[in-house]
């Protein structure tokens, strides 16, 4: 078996310009880095990108510019009948003719052994060209597949070229490079197997490789959003008081804070997410009908996840910055009259409390030498519904989204990309609301579960879910 220097199997990527060979190379590597371009001629020189999984390299592919002249191409291979070396008999003849530059280029991975990977837009019909270059590639006697990657779904010769095909390739695929999941990529390399007998050893390798990281990833992911929810759902502010505080005010700095915090946890959880998924480069634009495009304290998102009038009534103090404060009089309510004096003032569900029991309350230690107020934990179940059915969007849209896609443009129906307009959390069960229940308890410091089994357990149910949005079963 020929395989790359690293002994690693190795494609490379070959076709018309501007089919989309880059695209399908940054899905299949999951690189958003690779340079994709509509002004044909963008890439000029082969580059090869290696999968590395627990820092081991396990295959590669090889991005090559597009054929430039495949019809004197073809002429000059027809003359040399059948010979094994034709590649390197080529590239030693023409390395230093500019006209063949681009075909030098893009064959030197496949003589020193490279599997081919024919690209070609099936939003195109077949042309001279392209079965200039099918035949090129037959000549070459090497293994190859063709994958039908279409740029457009209105037009579709589909079935043309797959006639084609079959006379020249020994495997054919579509592989969309802008939709392709995880699954798909999968389903490449499975077909990928199929063209040599030799590769399907490593290759099955390669595909035990890809799974066990799937999984790793969900693990990771499921961590992330845990200990982010139990964060945020334990998170509060204070503020210390003096007799000339002025407690609206305070409330409404105390409360933006509140928020500020939250939406901080939230974002640090989207962020390891997204480079878990490997999307380095863009901010990926959500669709329009995503809760995650509203603000999280947004009276609209509390809406869109089928929050019922009564649920929304009761959020109502969080959605309208109006959390009830406690306040602490742990050092003798000094400014306790004041407060009492304005009264009202504090808002609905705030509630004065002595230092000992805000530091049952929320498990944290208090500093003495004054009066505080205080803000949070939320005391609202909806609030972990909320948070939950955000970070699985989230997911959903970052484990979906191809590599190769660089369109910055929202993504409109795509059905794959978690667009559920009721969140996840509508539909779970009476035991995994009561999973969720005992979580909110025990991280918000309503109550302290023994052993806390409640994180596990809720975390156990996230990975389940993670693992349902992966299989699009939700
Ligand atoms: N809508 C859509 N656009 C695609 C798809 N694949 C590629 N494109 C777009 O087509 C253009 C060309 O894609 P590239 O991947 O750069 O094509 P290439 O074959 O590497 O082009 P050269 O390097 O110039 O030979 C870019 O604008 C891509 O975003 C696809 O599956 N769907
Ligand atoms: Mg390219």
Same mark, same amino acid.
Request: proline share 2%; no cysteine; hydrophobic share 35%.
């Given at each position: 078996m020929r395989t790359s220097p690293l002994n690693i199997p190795e494609f490379a990527v070959l076709g018309h310009p501007n089919e989309g060979k880059s695209s399908v190379v940054s899905t299949l590597a999951e690189d958003d880095q690779i340079r994709v371009s509509p002004v044909p001629?963008?890439?000029?020189?082969?580059?090869?990108?290696?999968?590395?999984?627990?820092?081991?390299?396990?295959?590669?592919?090889?991005?090559?510019?597009?054929?430039?002249?495949?019809?004197?191409t073809l002429a000059w291979f027809r003359a040399q009948g059948d010979s094994e070396k034709i590649l390197e008999h080529f590239i030693a003849t023409f390395h230093d003719d500019p006209f063949f530059a681009d075909e030098c280029e893009l064959m030197a991975p496949v003589a020193r052994g490279a599997g081919i990977i024919y690209v070609v837009n099936g939003a195109r019909p077949?042309?001279?060209?392209?079965?200039?270059?099918? /035949?090129?590639?037959?000549?070459?006697?090497?293994?190859?597949?063709?994958?039908?990657?279409?740029?457009?779904?209105?037009?579709?010769?589909?079935?043309?070229?797959?006639?084609?095909?079959?006379?020249?390739?020994?495997?054919?695929?579509?592989?969309?490079?802008?939709?392709?999941?995880?699954?798909?990529?999968?389903?490449?390399?499975?077909?990928?197997?199929?063209?040599?007998?030799?590769?399907?050893?490593?290759?099955?390798?390669?595909i035990l490789a890809f799974k066990g990281e799937w999984k790793k990833r969900n693990r990771l992911a499921c961590a992330y959003?845990?200990?982010?929810?139990?964060?945020?759902?334990?998170?509060?502010?204070?503020?210390?008081?003096?007799?000339?505080?002025?407690?609206?005010?305070?409330?409404?700095?105390?409360?933006?804070?509140?928020?500020?915090?939250?939406?901080?946890? /939230?974002?640090?959880?989207?962020?390891?997410?997204?480079?878990?998924?490997?999307?380095?480069?863009?901010d990926y634009p959500l669709p329009?009908?995503?809760?995650?495009?509203?603000?999280?304290?947004?009276?609209?998102?509390? /809406?869109?996840?089928?929050?019922?009038?009564?649920?929304?009534? =009761?959020?109502?103090?969080?959605?309208?910055?109006?959390?009830?404060?406690?306040?602490?009089? =742990? =050092?003798?309510g000094l400014t306790f009259g004041v407060f009492t004096a304005i009264g009202g003032l504090?808002? =609905?569900?705030?509630?004065?409390?002595?230092?000992?029991?805000?530091?049952?309350?929320?498990?944290?230690?208090?500093?003495?030498?004054?009066?505080?107020?205080?803000?949070?934990?939320? /005391?609202?179940?909806?609030?972990?519904?909320v948070l939950m059915d955000r970070a699985?969007?989230?997911?959903?849209?970052?484990?979906?989204?191809?590599?190769?896609?660089?369109?910055?443009?929202?993504?409109?129906?795509d059905p794959k990309a978690g667009n559920s307009k009721m969140g996840i959390s509508a539909a779970l069960s009476p035991g995994q609301r009561n999973i969720c229940t005992r979580f909110f308890k025990s991280v918000s410091g309503k109550r302290i579960i023994k052993g806390k089994k409640a994180i596990p357990e809720f975390a156990v149910l996230v990975e389940s879910l993670l693992e349902k949005i992966a299989n699009q079963e939700i």
């Open positions: 001629g963008e890439t000029t020189v082969s580059r090869t990108y290696t999968v590395e999984i627990d820092k081991k390299k396990i295959i590669r592919f090889v991005d090559t510019p597009g054929f430039q002249a495949p019809r004197q077949v042309r001279d060209d392209d079965i200039a270059e099918m /035949e090129i590639l037959r000549l070459t006697g090497r293994p190859r597949m063709a994958i039908i990657n279409s740029k457009q779904m209105d037009k579709d010769y589909t079935r043309e070229w797959k006639l084609e095909f079959r006379k020249y390739f020994n495997s054919i695929r579509v592989f969309n490079s802008n939709t392709a999941d995880f699954k798909e990529r999968i389903r490449m390399l499975e077909s990928l197997k199929s063209i040599d007998q030799e590769w399907e050893d490593s290759l099955s390798k390669v959003i845990t200990l982010a929810l139990e964060k945020s759902l334990g998170f509060s502010v204070s503020e210390r008081l003096s007799l000339t505080s002025d407690p609206v005010r305070a409330r409404e700095r105390l409360n933006l804070s509140f928020q500020k915090g939250v939406r901080g946890i /939230e974002q640090e959880m989207f962020t390891q997410i997204k480079s878990l998924f490997k999307h380095n480069l863009y329009d009908y995503s809760l995650l495009q509203h603000d999280l304290f947004a009276k609209q998102t509390w /809406e869109l996840l089928g929050l019922t009038q009564k649920q929304l009534a =009761a959020a109502g103090a969080v959605l309208g910055g109006t959390m009830g404060l406690v306040m602490d009089t =742990a =050092a003798g504090l808002g =609905a569900g705030s509630a004065i409390w002595s230092g000992k029991k805000i530091a049952q309350k929320t498990g944290q230690t208090l500093q003495l030498g004054g009066d505080r107020l205080q803000v949070g934990p939320n /005391e609202n179940l909806q609030f972990l519904y699985l969007i989230y997911y959903a849209h970052m484990m979906n989204r191809a590599h190769g896609r660089r369109d910055l443009t929202s993504l409109g129906s």
